[in-house]
T-cell receptor
Framework: QQQVKQSPQSLIVQKGGISIINCAYENTAFDYFPWYQQFPGKGPALLIAIRPDVSEKKEGRFTISFNKSAKQFSLHIMDSQPGDSATYFCAASRSGNEKLTFGTGTRLTIIP | GAVVSQHPSRVICKSGTSVKIECRSLDFQATTMFWYRQFPKQSLMLMATSNEGSKATYEQGVEKDKFLINHASLTLSTLTVTSAHPEDSSFYIC????????????FGPGTRLTVL
């Protein structure tokens, strides 16, 4: 059972544009929602994370929007750059259980 | 920030042999480490949770006798793929949480295993 659904599977955005990736979860016990960036042949690296007590968190060009009632959260990458081309994974976990449940991933390509 | 290392970064072995992959937390102690497997263009799938000083906890469908995990110290966990077969070829990644830094988990750089 896929507990975290991610879309789209792939995304092409022009340089300078906004990249938006969406995730939806089922388990209402989840209380930690990180986004990871992964380059080919490398391990994932944490980009930004949010807790459900806030609706938005911004760090530089990266913003997480969180909708608790809809059980959805999204990553927005502003002023997208070619160096942002990577695979992005959303994830979720709950307090007391350190396991991360990952989304299926989004392959982002930024074109000049 | 906290760093997790893995060794080797890539390994090629013959079918039937065993391969050991090491995961180290370099500047923090981790009572728990996690092992993931990632097939090409797919997401990370949790294989097992490695607990220092006790038995690992395996996810459903993961053969514990095939994927041996040892967490002998607070900074080292090892995954041994026994009697490896071509279908075990994958990208293996470990992660750990720095207990000083909340829920954030750090991932190792991964180990590419190719079984011929």
């Amino acid at each position: 059972q896929q507990q975290v659904k991610q879309s789209p599977q792939s995304l092409i955005v022009q340089k300078g544009g906004i990249s938006i990736i969406n995730c939806a979860y089922e388990n209402t016990a989840f209380d930690y929602f990180p986004w990871y960036q992964q380059f080919p042949g490398k391990g994932p690296a944490l980009l930004i994370a949010i807790r459900p007590d806030v609706s938005e968190k911004k760090e530089g060009r990266f913003t997480i929007s969180f909708n608790k009632s809809a059980k959805q959260f999204s990553l927005h990458i502003m002023d997208s750059q070619p160096g942002d081309s990577a695979t992005y994974f959303c994830a979720a976990s709950r307090s007391g259980n350190e396991k991360l449940t990952f989304g299926t991933g989004t392959r982002l390509t930024i074109i000049p | 920030g906290a760093v997790v290392s893995q060794h080797p970064s890539r390994v090629i072995c013959k079918s039937g042999t065993s391969v050991k992959i090491e995961c180290r937390s370099l500047d923090f102690q981790a009572t728990t480490m996690f092992w993931y497997r990632q097939f090409p263009k797919q997401s990370l799938m949790l294989m097992a949770t490695s607990n220092e000083g006790s038995k690992a906890t395996y996810e459903q469908g993961v053969e514990k006798d095939k994927f041996l995990i040892n967490h002998a110290s607070l900074t080292l966990s090892t995954l041994t793929v026994t009697s490896a077969h071509p279908e075990d070829s994958s990208f293996y990644i470990c992660s750990a949480r720095d207990p000083r830094g909340g829920p954030r988990k750090f991932f190792g750089p991964g180990t590419r295993l190719t079984v011929l």
